[in-house]
């Protein structure tokens, strides 16, 4: 069969990343567009030793490619290159979708560009008008929307930004998994796996506060972090910050909220000086109440924010505390 | 051992600006803007340079770009590299990352590399495409979001970060391309003699002849690519904004953190 979407599962450890049940979402809904049924979507599964991890995929109701081997045990760019390469090739997809993760991007570029294949990445929503992928992407720090256009004749490599779609549960029922047999050259992956790293935690915690206050490039200066602490104390909160912060060590990288830091879920979450950039709100968004400060009254923070303030993140903080001493 | 390092590097409207949209509807307004040096590109400039210095050979900082992207090269060799390249590919927006990585590649196989950079993304178009593409063309191994790398003889090994703060950490062959995340290194700023240094030194430039085509729409694309238009994002909500003076804003941010139980009292 060829046509139809190809979306390439995430995995780590025997566990599927949270992108992959909202990939599923966007390919059942790309494969109807295209004309076909939602089920020409199919989950490809790449790894060694993964088929308890294809079968349970099998229960999002999708066939599930599986590739087995070896040379897959560890993510590399080669590995999954040179496996994807074999599977496109036999299945002549009209997508190939992928999650715009840190994964994702590494190899979906590189599969294109091998292959000679088209490619639109970080998209938040796919449409097919004709014979025209429309993919919808968001600019220069989420302030401009832009859609563009794709056409062609061979496969198109779409990577698909994390929630940007609602995730599917496994429904009743299951698919098959079907071995796909790729020859892998595993002298030809290149990049050897050393190891995997993990955060050294000796410092509090953020997953578990019930209110943060999170500081960003709008503070200006490391020293009014001490406002920021203090402000935080008053509520009876934690420090947070997003990624500029913690890049220039003004707070350890334990502090950091968002895709590669910590994501939170506190009751309070107060965003100081901080824009809003994807990176940041994907480890915020679901705090029960989030109160924006910003200088900028386009920074993309308000959308998500429930209660907003255009101001001096400094002045406004000083001034509210203040007012809680009264 | 010396290494020939390319570090690919775009110019970009300040993004912390504001935008407005031109009105064809197909790009942003362009008259006014600020541009810089991309901000994870600064990364991948300052880990050039130190792991020239570390083991010698040279910095080249290569873009694509207009006219105006002179002020960065400048920049770029004032930090460090030695030599300054800029394709000369005019069109401002350069919407459509396949065409400039196939022109970026080309540019590379005419300079020597051992070890090509990019930065993780460009905060304009945010795509994380160009370091991952350049790779499958020029047939490099690669790895991405790099946040260490330690040169060892004719290999690298170098960790890349995941989501959660978890790294995964690689051995690759020389020659290899990396695209560096942010906060990699702490970029260095440009010494005054360097600045001064850099203003006299040339550009190269390389027209589509030098790179065997015969004009930029000659680039061979396996599809076609359009820009359908740019709006201002609809908003998914919105926060209940509250204005007035400091004071005033003051006294109702105190109130929202009592009524909704954050204070005592």
């Not at chain 1, 910003?294 to 007012?323: C, Q, R, S």
Request: include cysteine.
């Amino acid at each position: 069969m060829s046509g139809g979407v190809l979306l390439i599962a995430e995995h780590l450890e025997g566990r599927v990343a949270p992108s992959t049940p909202e990939l599923i979402t966007t390919g059942r809904r790309l494969a109807a567009a295209f004309g076909g049924d939602e089920r020409d979507a199919r989950i490809v599964v790449l790894g060694s030793g993964v088929r308890d991890l294809a079968n349970h995929l099998a229960g999002y109701t999708l066939d599930v490619l599986l590739v087995d081997h070896p040379a897959l045990a560890e993510y590399t760019g080669d590995g999954y290159v040179q496996a994807l390469r074999g599977i496109v090739e036999s299945t002549a997809p009209r997508v190939v979708l992928v999650a715009h993760t840190s994964q994702g991007y590494d190899f979906a570029p590189a599969l294109a560009g091998v292959m000679d294949l088209p490619l639109v990445t970080n998209c938040l929503a796919l449409d097919v008008e004709g014979d025209r992928l429309i993919a919808t992407r968001r600019l220069l720090n989420e302030k401009v929307q832009a859609q563009v256009e794709i056409r062609s004749e061979r496969p198109i490599v779409v990577t698909v930004r994390p929630g940007a779609e609602k995730p599917v549960g496994p429904s009743r029922g299951t698919m098959t998994v079907t071995d796909v047999p790729v020859s892998i050259d595993p002298s030809a992956v290149r990049e050897k796996f050393v190891r995997l790293e993990r955060p050294q935690i000796h410092d509090i915690d953020l997953s578990g506060a019930d209110i943060i206050v999170s500081a960003g490039r709008g503070i200006q200066k490391k020293e009014n972090l001490v406002l920021i602490e203090e402000f935080a104390k008053a509520i009876g909160g934690v420090v947070g910050a997003s990624r500029p912060l913690t890049d220039m060590d003004w707070l350890p990288k334990t502090r950091q909220v968002g895709q590669s830091g910590k994501t939170v879920r506190p009751k309070l979450y107060v965003a100081c000086g901080i824009s809003g950039a994807m990176q940041h709100v994907a480890g915020m968004k679901d705090a029960g109440l989030i109160v924006a400060i910003n200088t900028d009254p386009t920074a993309p923070i308000f959308e998500i924010a429930h209660v907003g303030f255009v101001a001096d993140v400094l002045k406004l903080l000083a001034a509210t505390l203040k007012e809680l001493k009264r | 051992m010396a290494l020939n390092v390319v570090v690919c590097l775009k110019q970009i409207p300040n993004p912390d600006l504001q935008f407005q949209i031109s009105t064809d509807g197909k790009d942003i307004r362009r008259d006014s803007l600020n541009y810089k040096l991309n901000a994870a590109d600064e990364y991948a400039l300052e880990e050039a340079v130190r792991i020239k210095e570390k083991h010698g050979g040279r910095v080249v900082a290569l873009t694509l770009g207009p006219k105006r992207t002179e002020q960065m090269l400048r920049e770029a060799l004032a930090k460090g590299a030695d030599e300054a390249v800029r394709i000369a590919y005019d069109d401002p927006s350069a919407f459509d990352v396949g065409k400039n990585a196939r022109i970026l590649a080309a540019a590379i196989r005419t300079l020597p590399h051992d070890l090509v950079l990019t930065g993780v993304q460009s905060d304009d178009y945010v795509n994380s495409a160009t370091g991952g593409l350049l790779a499958g063309i020029l047939g490099l191994p690669h790895a991405s979001v790099v946040t260490r790398v330690v040169v060892q003889e004719r290999q690298l090994e170098v960790a890349c970060e995941l989501e959660g703060g978890l790294q995964r950490v690689y051995s690759i062959p020389l020659p290899a391309l990396l695209t560096i995340q942010f906060g990699a290194n702490t970029p260095r700023y440009a010494p005054l003699p360097a600045i001064m240094k850099a203003a006299r030194q040339p550009i190269k430039e390389l027209a589509p002849s030098a790179l065997g085509l015969n004009g930029w729409d000659a680039v061979a694309l396996p599809y076609s690519f359009g820009v359908r238009g740019l709006s201002p994002p609809a908003a998914k909500g919105h926060a209940e904004m509250i204005t007035g003076s400091v004071e005033e804003q003051a006294k109702r941010l105190a109130q929202v953190l009592r009524d909704k139980g954050f204070v005592r009292r």
